[in-house]
């Protein structure tokens, strides 16, 4: 099992920048992939950005791409994602998420951090 706990969200400027953080625990060893995610309102849950749990290889969504940065902490074991420029249309509730290895998908999820961009 992995318990994540994001945080760092909370309302902004456009333009202006945030951190979220992601603390994982539990078997972290058995960690593959991180994954950030992001629902806005009346909207379906989508892909934000990855990063391999040894850091070696990330992805992003064409959307996000220039804007933000998914970094990992392994001794803390805390998955980072840097939002800069931000957009009204980024308001979301931002979720990470955990696919361990032999899995086919994420299977374990934190209970979401708000942001929410003013313009």
């Known amino acids: 099992q992995v318990q994540l706990v994001e945080s760092g969200g909370g309302l902004v400027q456009a333009g202006g920048s945030l951190r979220l953080s992601c603390a994982a625990s539990g078997r972290t060893d058995n960690i593959y992939i991180m994954g950030w995610f992001r629902q806005a309102p009346g909207k379906e849950r989508g892909f934000v950005a990855r990063?391999?749990?040894?850091?070696?290889?990330?992805g992003y969504a064409d959307s996000v791409k220039g804007r933000f940065t998914i970094s990992r902490d392994i001794a803390k074991n805390t998955v980072y994602l840097q939002i800069d420029t931000l957009k009204p249309e980024d308001t979301a509730v931002y979720y990470c998420?955990?696919?361990?290895?032999?899995?086919?998908?994420?299977?374990?999820w934190g209970q979401g951090t708000q942001v929410t961009v003013s313009s």
């Open positions: 998420a955990a696919w361990v290895t032999g899995r086919s998908r994420y299977e374990y």
């Open positions: 990063t391999t749990w040894r850091g070696d290889s990330t």
